[in-house]
């Protein structure tokens, strides 16, 4: 159709070259993905090809370079057809991938602070409050800080910045970024299945949250007294005073704690089901001693919380392999926190960034209440010196370090696609860099801060009780629907500090839940190719089909054997051996696929200069170390799954987790060896091409005018232009 003569250029059909090239010309083996080009692929199927001649001129395009970074790429505007709309420019160091059709705009954050309120509210959930407190006693108090901090700085903000920076200059979610390196796509998949597993079963902290809240305006609060009809005969409001009733020994009025010199069970004061095997020995004595003997006569006992927990709401079975009925009142809260769930979504980053507002801000409002009100309690300082008191010997353990590593990756939410799918809505210039500085410190601030919170409580909790801290001292659902709502017992009022607990846990939990499940929607609905019937679906849909789908996983956590579902998701999909996996491959590929001096280029050019030099020795070097060592520590010591202590899960059900973990590891290396074996040509060609990256339309508007100067050929070449038909 169209033929262009003129000097020095020789313009011709079907193929394309320049000569000479600062660039080697790839041979482009032809690849049989069959895809659209909106899925911003490299190459198209000549089978493809229209016949109307329109073409795509095949030039070095923006932000191109070596793999290791060192050179600049050159490059050229998109050719224009003649009612205005971009044609696909591609090849070279890089593919623009594009269409004849108007392009539609990518939604943007309103404000950036939407971006960040987003990110705070994602990042900051459930795990910085009832995780980090108990690690960090756990662990050497104060000491803690020491790793956890060093592993922030070198594996935390890291992943964490290449993530939020990736999204933002690909603009694309979590699967399309990674047409940065398009052989490594898996990386993307295997994100989105992490983070549906993710939306799946964390939802299910939500729903209990919201039945403990529905029962918290109630006075006196269910799970503080026995005779309900949940509760078995050995209910025991308390254990000390039925321990010494039993054996004929008077409690008194005075404070028992002063009257009690041994060791008492753990389980007792945690609330636990006591062991039946070893019966406590104690010593009773006033001024002299009066009496020895052993709560052997008592084990069995079990306090009203554990009973309202494990009879009332979750209605437990005796194992996986007794599913048991369904509970109509779970359902019901099921049913509300997904339609919650599904209106702050349903309209794109617009809405999520005015409801995030609140549901990011208001848990710190809560703490801060918490915080005030738990330091007046009796005992609360002793709690919080039992959770800094440092102690330096534990950081010769390795365990230590492990833990500190796992936190890192669990708190920041790394490996989960959302991030990067958040960063996808920023304007193409913003300080991404600075952002993740700004949330690094939010995250761990919020953490330790939590810490407080959360010891002032159990310090006064094992003040009441009379035992040590560490018999009361919980992490998980245990701290959550064990060990606080029976602290909360022990309080003045405690219809108020329940039902604030549990509304700060509900409004935790839901802005990392719709969140979560807004990287899963924007990694969905950017595959879907815009010009196909799937393309054309609206948003509302496309969230309602993810929400519905979760739902109905989600009926087999609300059944009497749902406890056994729900941990068999949180042990093994969203684990730390997946989420060290998706982070190792991650700096791989941008640091040595990609090429990290070529990443730290593309960053400059979003924010105006150059990380510092840590983030590309972190991405090359130090990060995929540590993810490698804390990987490997995870795999020898493997436990098998167990509930309680007390149940162990059956060697199916084991078999069942791994498969839910290896199928986001799979995806990986898996998509590799599809995408190598249906590309054809040698081994390096089809390396070249499949590690070529694919721009999207955007990178013309920023990045091809800094090298209009480049797009000459060396004056006296003899070079020739041809275009190649692909629309």
Known sequence: MFAYMFHPFSFTMRSFSIFPSPYPVLSRPVCIDDIGLTQLEVGIPPEDEPEDGSARALVPVPGGGTAGGAEEGGGVLPPQSQDGTTVVVAAGPGTVAGSALPEVERETWTRQMDFIMSCVGFAVGLGNVWRFPYLCYKNGGGVFLIPYMLTVFIGGIPVFFLEIALGQFMKQG?????????????????SMVIVFFCNTYYIMILVWALYFLLHSFSSPLPWATCGHPWNTPNCTQDFRRACYGRMGIGTGTGDQSTAFNGTPSPSSSSGLLLPSAAPVPFNLSAAQLLFNGTCSD???????????????????SSGLDEPGDISFHMVLCLIATWVIVYFCIWKGVKSTGKVVYFTALFPYVVLVVLLAHGITLPGAWDGIVFYLKPDWSKLLEAQVWIDAGTQIFFSYAIGLGALTALGSYNRFHNNCYQDAF???????????????????????????????ISKVAESGPGLAFIAYPKAVTLMPMAPVWAALFFFMLLVLGLDSQFVGVEGLITGIIDMLPPKSALGSVRREVVVAVCCFTCFLIDMSMVTEGGMYVFQLFDYYSASGITLLWQAFWECVVVAWVYGADRFMDDVARMIGYRPL???????????????????????VNY????????????????????????????????TVAYKLLRCKGSFRERWQHLTTPVWGRHHMEYLAPESEAKLLPPAGAKSSLHFESVI
């Open 613 to 635: 030099p840590y983030m590309k020795w972190c991405w090359s070097y130090i990060t995929p170390l540590v993810c490698v060592a804390v990987f490997l520590f995870h795999v």
């Open 298 to 316: 008592v084990e069995g006992m079990r306090s009203p919380v554990i009973e309202f927990w494990e009879r009332k709401v979750l209605r437990l």
């Open 438 to 468: 700004v949330l690094a410190f939010i995250n761990s601030g919020t953490s330790f801060f939590a810490g407080f919170v959360v010891f002032s409580v159990l310090g006064f909790m094992a003040a009441e009780q009379g035992v040590d």
């Open 639 to 670: 436990k098998r799954l167990t509930y309680n202590t007390a149940y162990t899960y059956p060697w199916w059900g084991e078999a069942l987790g791994w498969c839910l973990a290896l199928s986001s590891m799979l995806c990986i290396p898996v």
């Open 174 to 190: 979590g699967v399309s970024a990674w047409n940065i390196a398009p052989l490594f796509k898996g990386l993307g998949l295997a």
